[in-house]
């Protein structure tokens, strides 16, 4: 009986720690799996998704095998004897901004920020030597847009090790397809980014500028100011009446901007890629994504009069003659539908047809990421790093849906790829081709998007609120027989977002 009572008596307590247990354990094995060494391979996390096509010998563990057939993302790279045509020499700085009057911690290439713009003709070489004086993390280069060899692609831990201070890296890549992209740091780019390592880049085509007044303006906001080309308020560019004036919109912060005008405008291009048969707008803004481009061509009125182009509320630039004004425009209650903007065309590949189709499911849920507790951003239901890896054989025509249920807009940027939108919640595209590698996609939206793998390497998936990227937002598209020889962390401390 004694024993009997006893039992009786510590049951209650049992029952409570059998049921700690039962709560603890799951959270102990989550906060566990969450965990990643001081250094590991891009190539170590997650899992292999095939997109119901062939399973591909490819997402390997650990060291690369030993097979010749396996080719390192450091080999992938443009003719190493082919002489350069454009040669650029940066120098990453980590030092203080002057931006409207106030001293601001940044960072400089050449001593300034946005660095200086580079301009090349399509189908030229483009050699870009970096170095670091005294960014204390490391720097990298990614060129935003532009299709690269993979070695090329600035990705600290994934195709490079960060470059550290008194370190150089040299960057070579053929300027394949005309447009307008950027480029940034890829090592901490939430920070760097944010603090002024971005400039523009443009690549004009073969038969030179299309306009006779062919400018760039790149939007970045440091320390709570807006900016145009580094400048806060009202630039201006001038063109005399009548002239077409190309205007490269770059928007390099985390979250969407408007863009309108005084006049009618025509969107020329979207990330790089030129519409088909573009119309004039009126009485609509465009949204141009975190990340993207937008090319507008505005015409300067002959009465001697100006253009107002805004972007956003806080800046705007005006074109037309020298000393040339026109109030600013109120900003439009409806947006430009680029799903139906233009005039459609055929695709060089069959997207009704394709080898895989993959799933990009945008969630949020409670979890660890790197040990730490919270609210995370998540891809496919699970959390960073066991996240998929998108697992592709080249020439595979791929379809992609990216659905986003997180409660937030995510800008969502492939790398070393354009992809072209198919439907957005199930409605199809019925104007121009819409290349994309920069797409917000709203809460509760579904985006069908469509590429060819015709660039190996292993390319990051991310999105572009750098912010998100660094809290686990990101996945990987992967080549079969393709291995990284760098490592997450490391001797050279890389941590691309």
């Known amino acids: 009986m004694t024993d009997r009572s006893t039992l009786r008596r510590r049951l209650p307590g049992i029952l409570a720690v059998v049921a700690a247990l039962a709560v603890i354990a799951p959270v102990a094995f989550s906060w566990?799996?969450?965990?990643?060494?001081?250094?590991?391979?891009v190539m170590d996390m997650g899992y292999a998704d095939f997109g119901g096509g062939p399973t591909l010998a490819s997402h390997e563990h650990g060291d690369s095998p030993a097979d010749s057939k396996v080719r390192s993302v450091s080999d992938l790279v443009a003719d190493p004897k082919r002489r350069a045509d454009v040669r650029v020499n940066l120098v990453a700085r980590q030092q203080d901004l002057v931006v409207g009057g106030r001293t601001l911690p940044g960072y400089t290439l050449n001593g300034r920020s946005p660095g200086p713009e580079i301009r090349a003709v399509e189908g030229q070489l483009v050699e870009v030597l970096l170095r670091n004086e005294s960014?204390?993390?490391?720097?990298?280069?990614?060129?935003?847009?532009?299709?690269?060899?993979?070695?090329?692609d600035g990705v600290a831990g994934v195709t490079q090790d960060a470059?550290?201070?008194?370190?150089?890296?040299?960057?070579?890549f053929v300027a394949d397809q005309a447009g307008?992209?950027?480029?940034?740091?890829?090592q901490r780019s939430d920070e760097q980014v944010a603090g002024g390592l971005l400039a523009p880049l443009v690549v004009l085509p073969r038969s030179g500028a299309t306009h006779p007044v062919d400018v760039a303006a790149t939007a970045h906001t440091y320390g709570g100011v807006r900016t145009v080309n580094g400048e806060p308020g009202t630039q201006r560019v001038v063109a005399d009446p009548g002239q077409g004036v190309r205007l490269r919109v770059i928007n390099t912060d985390n979250g969407p901007m408007d863009v309108w005008s005084s006049a009618p405008y025509r969107v020329l291009a979207v990330d790089g890629t030129d519409l088909h048969v573009p119309t004039p707008v009126k009485d609509r803004s465009i949204v141009v994504t975190a990340g993207s481009r937008a090319d507008l061509e505005v015409t300067v009125p002959r009465g001697g009069s100006a253009v107002r182009v805004q972007l956003a509320k806080a800046t705007d630039v005006v074109v037309g003659p020298k000393g040339a004004d026109v109030e600013a425009p109120t900003q439009p209650k409806s947006r430009l539908d680029l799903l139906t903007y233009g005039k459609s065309a055929s695709?060089?590949?069959?997207a009704t047809r394709p080898d895989r189709?993959?799933?990009y499911d945008i969630g949020r849920r409670p979890g660890f990421v790197r040990g730490r507790p919270g609210l995370w951003w998540s891809i496919n239901g699970n959390l960073f790093p066991n996240v998929p890896m998108y697992t592709v054989r080249e020439g595979d025509v791929v379809v992609m849906r990216i659905r986003n249920r997180s409660g937030e807009v995510?800008?969502?940027?492939?790398?070393?790829?354009?992809?072209?939108v198919l439907a957005r919640n199930g409605v199809p595209a019925t104007g121009s081709p819409w290349w994309v590698d920069s797409l917000d996609v709203l809460n509760n939206e579904t985006y069908d998007l469509a590429f060819v793998a015709d660039n190996p390497g292993v390319w990051a998936d991310h999105c572009h609120n750098l912010r998100h990227a660094a809290q686990g937002m990101i996945a990987h598209l992967m080549y079969e027989g393709v291995s990284v020889p760098y490592q997450l962390g490391g001797p050279a401390g890389n941590q691309p977002e």
């Open 357 to 359: 189709r993959f799933e």
């Open 410 to 420: 995510h800008p969502m940027h492939l790398h070393g790829h354009h992809a072209v």
């Open 135 to 152: 960014v204390a993390a490391g720097v990298s280069l990614h060129w935003h847009g532009v299709d690269v060899p993979n070695a090329m």
């Open 32 to 41: 566990q799996a969450s965990l990643v060494p001081k250094s590991f391979s």
């Open 347 to 350: 695709l060089a590949f069959d």
């Open 180 to 186: 307008t992209f950027w480029y940034h740091s890829h």
């Open 163 to 172: 470059v550290l201070p008194g370190k150089t890296f040299r960057y070579r």
